[in-house]
Nanobody, 115 residues
Framework: QVQLVESGGGLVQPGGSLRLSCAAS????????MGWYRQAPGKQRELVAG???????EYSDSVKGRFTISRDNAKKTVYLQMNSLKPEDTAVYYC?????????WGQGTQVTVSS
């Protein structure tokens, strides 16, 4: 049974930092592209950052230069380091694992950026 469990969300002031983690189990982690998505109230879910099997990364324009995605295949974990957070980064953040045949999602973790 595949599970993706996110952690690290919370309330942070504008300009602050958070690091999200997503721990995977029940899957061969190294053969999945991993991604972080977010969904704000009243908006569609959007890609924030993705990292390929080989370690190539991609970012949405809104987070480039502020967020960094990384993966540790030995720990079956993907991370999202978020710096210089803005109120518009407030959303539920979801972890995704995709390999062309299978597509898995975590339950999400809330990130709130507010003073």
């Amino acid at each position: 049974q595949v599970q993706l469990v996110e952690s690290g969300g919370g309330l942070v002031q504008p300009g602050g930092s958070l690091r999200l983690s997503c721990a995977a189990s029940g899957m061969i982690f190294s053969i999945y592209r991993m991604g972080w998505y977010r969904q704000a109230p009243g908006k569609q879910r959007e890609l924030v950052a993705g990292i390929s099997i080989g370690g190539s990364t991609e970012y949405s324009d809104s987070v480039k230069g502020r967020f960094t995605i990384s993966r540790d295949n030995a720990k079956k974990t993907v991370y999202l380091q978020m710096n210089s957070l803005k109120p518009e980064d407030t959303a539920v953040y979801y972890c995704n694992a995709y390999n062309g045949a299978y597509d898995y999602w975590g339950q999400g973790t809330q990130v709130t950026v507010s003073s």
